[in-house]
């Protein structure tokens, strides 16, 4: 990594003892997490501190979350603006639905009153175009994620296109998968999609079957 090749030198500990006059001291331990214990280096650095500090404050302790709290911050802040410009994405798609479910039903508008003469309930006929839209709309959803994954997948193995080191920290683009996520994606979309589905048809109840009928004699 860049920040360590620029910042530091790895030297026998003895040596740097030696070198700086320290016999059989440190000015600093490094302990590193293993698991699930990473996630809680918050908690282990305050605990560590409270009880080695019981009787003395001689010792001051980090976690890695300390060291890096500014770019954790800004990754919290971006994920928040990338997940609500995609809402907005989302909610522009939805008009769409809602054009599309409304010039649909005006097409079929003498099939509708066909079918409303011969009996067919409207709520059926809601039934019927709501499964439609989201139908759709799973499809569009699962092919996204899909292409989302595969697309995260491309960038984390891929070494061709590769960043510069010096400037980004890293060469490359790695993507952590979350199951929670994804789900929680697919349920916020598939719920736009239904309310947007909705509205138009609303326009289904104001239809009279007398009028329609004449219209098309």
């Given at each position: 990594m860049?920040?360590?090749?620029?910042?530091f030198?790895?030297?026998?500990?003895?040596s740097?003892?030696?070198?700086?006059s320290?016999?059989?001291e440190?000015?600093?331990l490094?302990?590193?997490?293993?698991?699930?214990?990473?996630e809680?280096?918050d908690?282990?650095?305050?605990k560590?501190?409270r009880?080695?500090?019981?009787?003395?404050?001689?010792y001051q302790?980090s976690?890695?979350?300390?060291?890096?709290?500014n770019?954790?911050?800004l990754?919290?802040?971006?994920?928040?603006?990338?997940?609500i410009?995609?809402?907005?994405l989302?909610?522009?798609?939805s008009f769409?639905?809602i054009?599309?479910?409304?010039?649909?039903?005006?097409?079929?508008k003498?099939d509708l009153?066909?079918l409303?003469?011969?009996?067919?309930?409207?709520?059926l006929?809601?039934?019927?175009?709501?499964?439609?839209?989201?139908?759709?709309?799973?499809?569009?959803?699962?092919?996204?994620l899909?292409?989302g994954?595969?697309?995260?997948?491309?960038?984390?193995e891929?070494k061709?296109f590769?960043?510069?080191?010096?400037?980004?920290f890293?060469?490359?683009?790695?993507v952590?998968f979350s199951?929670f996520?994804?789900?929680?994606?697919?349920?916020?979309?598939?719920?736009?999609?239904?309310l947007a589905?909705?509205?138009?048809?609303?326009?289904?109840?104001?239809?009279q079957?007398?009028d329609i009928l004449?219209?098309h004699?």
């Open positions: 860049y920040e360590y090749d620029d910042q030198a790895f030297i026998n500990l003895s740097a003892q030696e070198f700086f320290m016999d059989q440190y000015t600093m490094e302990v590193a997490l293993v698991g699930s214990a990473i809680h280096a908690y282990l650095s305050y560590w501190e009880e080695l500090n019981a009787e003395s404050y001689e302790i976690s890695w979350v300390d060291f890096n709290g770019l954790f911050t990754l919290e802040l971006e994920k928040w603006v990338i997940f410009i995609l809402s907005f989302i909610l522009i798609a769409n639905v054009s599309n479910v409304t010039a649909s039903i005006l097409e079929r003498q009153g066909i409303q003469a011969f009996g067919t309930s409207r709520s006929i809601r039934k019927i175009f709501l499964s439609k839209s989201l139908i759709l709309a799973g499809i569009g959803v699962f092919t996204g899909l292409l994954i595969l697309t995260g997948i491309i960038l984390s891929q061709i590769l960043l510069q080191a010096d400037v980004y890293l060469e490359k683009i790695y952590k199951f996520n994804n789900f929680l994606i697919a349920l916020i979309s598939m719920l736009m999609v239904l589905s909705l509205i138009p048809l609303k326009k289904i109840s104001k239809m079957i007398t004449r219209d004699i």
